[in-house]
């Protein structure tokens, strides 16, 4: 059984940076074909999938938020993390992870496990 736990700050200043990590176990980062994803869902609104890294290291990003986003990995961990630069308000949401077929990224029916989320508030 794949599971995995979102941690990092509830809150984070404006203009600052969002950092989060995803840690699994019950399975490996870099087994063929996953990709592991960031997934957001703002108050109010639907998920919006963020970017993902594929077991291979490769990484994928949603063209809106390519410029302020970085996913990376440290596979010793088995975990994968999530930076969000320059933060407003409107980047409040409550955080997921979760695992994917590479490739696979704008079906979220495709997603098999998650975690069970983090609220992240961008507040002065």
């Known amino acids: 059984q794949v599971q995995l736990q979102e941690s990092g700050p509830g809150l984070v200043k404006p203009s600052q940076m969002l950092s989060l990590t995803c840690n699994v176990s019950?399975?490996?980062?870099?087994?063929?074909?996953?990709?592991w994803s960031w997934i957001r869902r703002p108050p109010g609104k639907g998920l919006e999938w963020m970017g993902a890294?594929?077991?291979?290291?490769?990484?994928y990003y949603t063209p809106s938020l390519k410029s302020r986003t970085s996913i990376s990995r440290d596979t010793s961990k088995n975990q994968f993390s999530l930076q969000l630069s320059s933060v407003t308000p409107e980047d409040t949401a409550v955080y997921y992870c979760?695992?994917?077929?590479?490739?696979?990224?704008?079906?979220?029916?495709?997603?098999?496990?998650w975690g069970q989320g983090t609220q992240v508030t961008v507040s002065s």
């Open positions: 019950g399975g490996s980062i870099t087994t063929s074909y996953y990709a």
């Open positions: 890294i594929a077991y291979d290291g490769s990484t």
């Open positions: 979760a695992r994917g077929v590479e490739g696979y990224f704008s079906d979220y029916d495709e997603f098999d496990y």
